[in-house]
């Protein structure tokens, strides 16, 4: 059986970025005669650094021994040679590549020539990107007959490898009728650092959303410009989803909408590239109210003891026309005060119509305050 694996050989190499020869520095007192030595000693080091002695991280490139470690959303390249190692001819081959998954059995390369003269050699470039959990394995078979009686032979190797999580990604959800807010927490699962290159929030259709994790006043992310997450590090990000009342009256009541999904790409030590993305997101949003009262605009910072005015926007969502009347009313403990006559009428609101109001608050409270209480739009 041996010298039958022999007749067609089958040599498989994962092409996959170096990494850089790192050594332990041993160091002595300088004017210590075995200072001298390992400092002489570690400059004839292959691994050294020039004009930095003693520094662990060299300048020469390693290539992996083995498949390494492959984690979810990355791309799976591997070169894979097959060579007629025997002196006869072969006929009938047939050359496979098969990814199995723990799910699927993906055909990376099928080829049939009816002969290999010997020392004749058929080279492929496979590539996958992974998109599962769990234990893999590459099979490369080679099949074919060799001899005057046509002896058929098969030629097989088998590597295994596991994919890993490189992200965990948690959500949750807060927030109203009309309005959404998606918190997304992203730990780096690997066990070195990485860099983010994107986190995108892709909202379902009908949809739109704010992104939150921009500063305004400089239209930069709130976290700066480096992208870099080291391990077991985490970063929040957070969309605010807008829900027309045309959306909410499709829904049903109870029943989950699914609002979009999150697309992050990261790159690696030497830039290797990882992309996934999450399932459709889901929350229950409560069923429409006949009559909405939102804000649309009030300033982020006022002075205590002085009026500022809040622009706010009633929705009539009902079958038939209001006539609506504003009440006015302080909230013991309450940091804004509102100014104005309450109980007052408004004009008549049609059908599926909105119109905006405009009121006058006081603050009596400094500090943050979140949103306002007090406000009464009743039929």
Known sequence: MAAEKQLLGIKVMRITKPS?????????????????????????????????????????????QNFGTIFLGETFSSFVSFLNENQEILRDVVMKVELITPANRVSLFDKNIPHMDPEAYEDKLVNYEVKELGDHSLNCTAAYTVGANGLELVSRKIFKFCVSKP????????????????????????????????????PAAGLSYINCNTMSSCDRPVFGDDGTLAPKAIRQYVYSISVPASVQAS?????????????????????????????????????????????????????????????????????????????????????????????????????????????????????????????????
């Open 251 to 379: 829904i049903p009541p109870g029943k989950p909408k699914t609002v979009g999904k999150m697309d992050i790409v990261w790159r690696t030590k030497l830039g290797e590239r990882g992309r996934i993305q999450t399932g459709q997101l889901k929350t229950t949003i409560p069923p429409l109210l006949e009559l909405a009262l939102t804000v649309l605009k009030c300033p982020g910072t006022v002075h205590m003891e002085q009026t500022f005015s809040v622009i706010c926007l009633a929705t009539n969502n009902s079958g038939h026309s209001m006539r609506l009347k504003m009440v006015l009313d302080r909230v013991a403990g309450g940091g804004v005060v509102w100014s104005g006559v309450s109980g007052k009428i408004l004009n008549e609101l049609a059908s599926k119509q909105s119109t905006q109001i405009t009121l006058m608050a006081l603050s009596v409270l400094p500090g943050l305050q979140v949103g306002f209480q007090g406000v009464v739009c009743v039929h």
């Open 167 to 202: 992200l965990d990604v948690k959500t949750r959800f807060a927030g109203d009728r009309g309005n959404v807010l998606l918190e997304v927490q992203i730990q780096n699962a690997m066990p070195h650092s990485m860099h983010l290159d994107v986190v995108n929030f892709d």
């Open 20 to 64: 850089l020869m790192t050594s332990v520095p041993v160091m002595g007192e300088p004017w210590d005669m075995l200072g001298k030595l390992l400092e002489e000693e570690s400059s004839k080091d292959v691994c050294s650094t020039r004009n930095l002695p003693f520094f662990s991280v060299g300048e020469t490139l390693t290539l992996p």
